[in-house]
């Protein structure tokens, strides 16, 4: 892979991509941070060698790298999921790409359901911590020990420096921003009533990424921060059909509070 990795380095290091401080993925529905960034470059994820190729609809596909609160940033609009089809080396093959490029932060962003009864549709919540219900791990397979050690620490795959900063600009900027623990699972159907209930004795919030993304910086030693914005509420005893519309349309309204929260922590940074 070192081969591959180089190739696509060298490839957006020739397209005036340089040394960026803040790497950022932009979740389902969430889009609008690209329009903060002053853009210097943007290309397709088909056009880059060594990326796979966003197939959900609500995704732009786009890496995008310019200025953002003084700072050079790269982000990804739109991620790509293991029930795409891809394997979780293809999903999180970008966040090496960033770190290799020179990124010290990594920001994360999602669309999730609401599994703790107390948090509602269009809230915000900061993932403290994680489960993995994913059938595959990107770390699976033979370790390179230039990218990271064999068995990496997960005792706080999250960073309290990040979340603290988080927590004190939410406060700052009075944006309601919920904790809890994330659970990724594979999809891409939504869960049944019984699963909502197993699910919800284990976390606050379940969605299908983010999780291998926070492995595979934990790997390399890239500090990072999630926010999943709420966009459904997982109640089994009510529970209603999703209308994937109106989770976009949720998504959209919350994601100011988000943009908010990460352009005023890439400021500090």
């Known amino acids: 892979m070192t081969e591959q990795y180089n190739k696509t380095v060298n490839f957006l290091n020739s397209r005036g991509i340089d040394n960026p401080e803040v790497g950022i993925v932009l979740g389902t529905g969430l889009g609008k941070m ?137 406060a700052k900027e009075k944006i309601i921003l919920y904790k809890g623990v994330y659970i990724a699972v594979m999809g891409p159907n939504l869960e049944t009533r019984a699963e909502y209930r197993f699910f919800r004795n284990f976390a606050d919030a379940i969605g299908m990424s983010t999780v291998p993304e926070v492995i595979v910086a934990n790997h390399m030693g890239l500090p990072c921060a999630a926010i999943s914005v709420l966009t459904d509420e997982c109640d089994p005893d009510n529970l209603k059909p999703v209308n994937i519309n109106e989770i976009i349309e949720i998504a959209g309204k919350a994601e100011e509070g988000l943009v908010n929260l990460f352009s005023n922590l890439i400021k500090t940074l």
Request: proline share 7%.
């Open 34 to 170: 690209a329009e903060r960034i002053d853009i210097i470059q943007s290309l397709r994820y088909e056009d880059i060698p060594g990326f796979p190729v966003a197939t959900v609809e609500y995704h732009h596909g786009r890496l995008i790298y310019g200025s953002l609160q003084g700072k050079k940033v790269l982000a990804m609009q739109g991620r790509f999921h293991y029930y795409e089809g891809y394997s979780l080396q293809q999903v999180t093959y970008p966040i090496r790409i960033m770190k290799m490029l020179g990124i010290k932060y990594l920001l994360l962003s999602n669309a999730a359901g609401a599994l703790n009864p107390k948090y509602k549709k269009g809230n915000l919540m900061l993932i403290e911590d994680h489960i993995n219900f994913l059938p595959d791990n990107p770390l699976r397979g033979m370790n390179d020990e230039t990218l990271g050690p064999r068995f990496p620490d997960m005792s706080q795959p999250y960073s309290a420096y990040l979340n603290e900063k988080l927590l004190s600009v939410a």
